[in-house]
């Protein structure tokens, strides 16, 4: 089976204002260039490994391709188009998780502003829940994700040139308009999952989910 970008939740105009639809294009064709490279290093194999597993287990060029086609999906499905009733946030046991590493709901927007401009170059910001059940914010190098260490991620913002706007302040442009569009229903559903796989099962340890 091909492999190819999951589909936006929308058109790309529909993030307009956060996101101009054409920094949307332009990322997604970087994102399918991303999956045809993955796909010619797998050649015409009829059942590959998803891109998660190839990212954990594979080496080289396969393990990079496929930890960066799988984090350009991770990254979109948790945005959706701007709620016409203005910016929400998480609630329940997200907000509760995000008060209780963070404080103030803002507090996590500006740590993810500090952390992004340390990253030095292209890669990715991640929300991730650690084993100890405390969420923190870690960056990853160019295609390096928390897959192949012991957090579950719960939010990805890449932060390749192809994802951002050009001009003065493009990287606060951007994470202003990403935390405007981020789903919080989803990575809400990421943390229950998240917090489901590293409870101990009966008689054995505890595995870190991958998320999706």
């Known amino acids: ?34 999956c045809d490279a993955l796909q010619a290093l797998l050649g015409d194999a009829e059942e590959a490994p998803a891109p998660e597993m190839l990212a954990i287990e594979a080496r080289g060029a396969l393990a990079a391709h496929a930890a960066q086609a799988w984090a350009e999906d991770f990254h979109w499905a948790a945005l959706r188009p ?77 932060l390749w040139p192809h994802a951002l706007p050009e001009g003065e302040g493009a990287l606060q442009r951007y994470l202003d308009g990403f935390w405007a569009l981020v789903d919080w229903r989803v990575v809400d559903a990421r943390l229950e999952q998240a917090r489901a796989a590293l409870k101990p099962s009966r008689g054995g340890a505890a595995t870190a989910p991958a998320g999706r």
């Open 1 to 34: 089976m091909p492999i190819e970008p999951r589909p936006l939740p929308c058109v790309p105009a529909a993030f307009a204002p956060h996101l101009p639809a054409e920094v949307v294009e332009r990322h997604r064709q970087a994102q399918q260039a991303t």
């Open 82 to 158: 701007p709620a016409a009733s203005g910016p929400d946030g998480p609630d329940g046991a997200l907000a509760a998780a995000i008060q209780k590493a963070f404080g103030e709901p803002q507090r996590l927007r500006e740590r993810f502003a500090e952390v992004a401009g340390r990253l030095g170059g292209p890669g990715w910001l991640w929300l991730v829940l650690r084993r100890d059940d405390r969420l923190a914010i870690m960056a990853t190098p160019r295609s390096a994700t928390p897959l192949t260490g012991g957090d579950a991620p719960l939010l990805g913002c890449c």
